[in-house]
């Protein structure tokens, strides 16, 4: 079985890639998934707000430490003394690039354009095969609007594109009112790539501290059926690449993401929770199904239930609404 694929570019050994996770933070594991059989990696995102405080630190420490005590400035470390969050980035995406064989995509996650292009700069320097940008951005605020929200990720990938020649994937939340119309800008602009979705984790109350509190909660194979929808109704009606994320516990749910036309399926929250080992279980479920399907490779099967090649176009779409509430039945009967 033929089980290549071609993503943002490059050719994949299979559609199975890690995501960004703490995983890519250690090499050990970073190598055991790649001995599993990933045929990349998604290195942990790099974080605007973390590079801000760097910053804000820095300017600080050099600034006032002087105030009062003038001799001390020739006392004072020097700027590349004090590791920054990017440095340490760099450091780890260089000793990945040695340890694999396999292509390593960093990942920057903000909303600004800010540092993005040094940023950027930097990690295709540092060899970078590819570059995920993540724009999670949460539009709370009332006098913005949507229009706002979806120029925010075109100026970002355009200001970054005049910069970078890597491949660039935008990994995309579900929440815009037209999800095909942004892509097509974004792949106009010179996106290579979406990732399918990005999640929001959502803040929970303590009743009884009475406090915000973060809430981490893994995915559910349920959550993968939200990007197999999109993926299946934009296949064929984008050049660029589509990456599944969010909700692939199995080799099913992987499965059905190719069917619906995805190029790769991103893995975390099940290697989060089986190991790294999970990984080659999923390979090997997807090995077995293609012994047993009429197709004989990963191209050959890519979207053939996508919407374009489904038998009932019509099935991701509202009519499966109306037919999924209208044939449900209450318990009882009643």
């Not at 890597?166 to 942004?182: D, G």
């Not at 199904?289 to 239930?305: D, F, V």
Request: charged residues 20%; proline residues 4%; aromatic residues 6%.
């Amino acid at each position: 079985m033929d089980l290549r694929t071609t993503y943002l570019g490059l050719t994949l050994k299979n559609p199975l890639v890690p995501s960004a996770s703490p995983l890519s933070r250690s090499l050990d594991m970073a190598k055991k998934l790649e001995d599993a059989g990933a045929s990349a990696l998604v290195m942990y995102s790099l974080f605007e707000e973390e590079l801000q405080h760097d910053q804000e630190v820095m300017d600080d420490y050099l600034n006032h430490q002087t105030l009062g005590h003038a001799e001390a400035a020739s006392f004072l470390p020097l700027h590349g003394d004090l590791p920054s969050r990017q440095e340490s980035y760099l450091e780890q995406l260089t000793r990945l690039k040695q340890a694999l064989e396999i292509p390593v995509i960093a990942s920057l996650n903000g909303i600004t354009p800010g540092g993005w292009i040094e940023h950027g700069k930097a990690l295709q320097q540092a060899g970078a095969d590819a570059l995920e940008l993540n724009v999670y951005y949460i539009a709370g605020d009332s006098r913005i609007s949507g229009v706002e929200v979806e120029r925010r990720y075109i100026d970002l990938l355009h200001e970054l594109r005049q910069h970078v020649t890597l491949p660039i994937a935008m990994k995309l939340s579900p929440q815009f009112s037209s999800v095909a119309n942004i892509i097509s800008h974004l792949e106009r602009v010179g996106a290579n790539g979406v990732s399918l979705f990005n999640r929001f984790y959502q803040p929970d109350i303590d009743i009884d501290s009475l406090r915000v509190t973060p809430q981490l909660s893994l995915s559910s194979s349920a959550d993968a059926l939200l990007a197999m929808r999109w993926i299946a109704m934009l296949y064929g009606r984008v050049k660029l690449s589509l990456a599944a994320t969010g909700g692939v516990h199995n080799h099913e749910d992987a499965v059905k993401m190719l069917l619906a036309g995805a190029d790769v399926v991103h893995l975390c929250s099940t290697l989060l929770i089986h190991g790294t080992g999970r990984l080659a279980e999923i390979l090997r479920g997807i090995e077995d199904w293609l012994e047993e399907s009429p197709y004989e490779s990963i191209e050959q099967l890519k979207g053939t239930l996508s919407q374009q090649h489904a038998g009932d176009a019509s099935a991701y779409a509202r009519a499966n609404y109306l037919q999924l509430l209208n044939s449900y039945l209450p318990a009882g009967g009643g």
